[in-house]
T-cell receptor, first 112, second 112 residues
Framework: SAVISQKPSRDICQRGTSLTIQCQVD?????MFWYRQQPGQSLTLIAT?????????ESGFVIDKFPISRPNLTFSTLTVSNMSPEDSSIYLC?????????FGSGTRLTVV | GENVEQHPSTLSVQEGDSAVIKCTYS??????FPWYKQELGKGPQLIID?????GEKKDQRIAVTLNKTAKHFSLHITETQPEDSAVYFC???????????FGDGTTLTVKP
């Protein structure tokens, strides 16, 4: 399966600012996925990112709040915009390689 | 859309005993069922998966069973060890859709 490098691993941000999270995959993958995991809870899909097209967002998530870039088949970024304390969560990227889903190690975001 | 229910939410076993976690899904089109282990501060790690054309799959102390008719699948861990303590998530997806729907997680504690 693929290896994903995700950064930053954690950050503390002021409300109203934005944070961009990066994921680098060690091989080319068609689809990448961005998830949010609130403390003690399960994973919720934010959006699916395909190279060369706009990301597909799940219900409850919008592009203005969570813009995503997918410039090539090994890289993607998720930006959390105009942050509020409710955005404090763990954000994870994932991809499917050879039939197995791999996750990055996550970005633990705290908004103060 | 897909809905995945996972039980129990917490499970405590004695070292050496077996642990079983069960999940049900709603979308009969789902055909890929992975299980993830998430340790504190880390991203989910794929530990075993099963596809809908198979009824059971085993990998050393871990096994997964799938009942397509009843739409449920289970994770079995035998001879549990303290290092098996973690949160376990089941998921369901359609291989052509890529994205997964996750269960709420089971916190497994193995007591030495």
């Amino acid at each position: 399966s693929a290896v994903i490098s995700q950064k930053p691993s954690r950050d503390i941000c002021q409300r109203g600012t934005s944070l961009t999270i990066q994921c680098q995959v060690d091989s080319q993958v068609t689809m990448m996925f961005w998830y949010r995991q609130q403390p003690g809870q399960s994973l919720t899909l934010i959006a699916t990112a395909n190279q060369g097209s706009e990301a597909t967002y799940e219900s409850g998530f919008v592009i203005d709040k969570f813009p995503i870039s997918r410039p090539n088949l090994t890289f993607s970024t998720l930006t959390v915009s105009n942050m509020s304390p409710e955005d404090s969560s763990i954000y994870l990227c994932s991809c499917d390689r050879d039939g197995g889903y791999t996750f990055g190690s996550g970005t633990r975001l705290t908004v103060v | 859309g897909e809905n995945v229910e996972q039980h129990p939410s917490t499970l405590s076993v004695q070292e050496g005993d077996s642990a079983v976690i069960k999940c049900t899904y709603s979308d009969s089109a789902s055909n890929y069922f992975p299980w993830y282990k998430q340790e504190l501060g880390k991203g989910p790690q794929l530990i075993i998966d099963i596809r809908s054309n198979v009824g059971e799959k085993k990998d050393q102390r871990i096994a997964v069973t799938l009942n397509k008719t009843a739409k449920h699948f289970s994770l079995h861990i035998t001879e549990t060890q303290p290092e098996d303590s973690a949160v376990y998530f089941c998921a369901a997806s359609r291989a052509d859709a890529g994205k997964s729907t996750f269960g709420d997680g089971t916190t497994l504690t193995v007591k030495p």
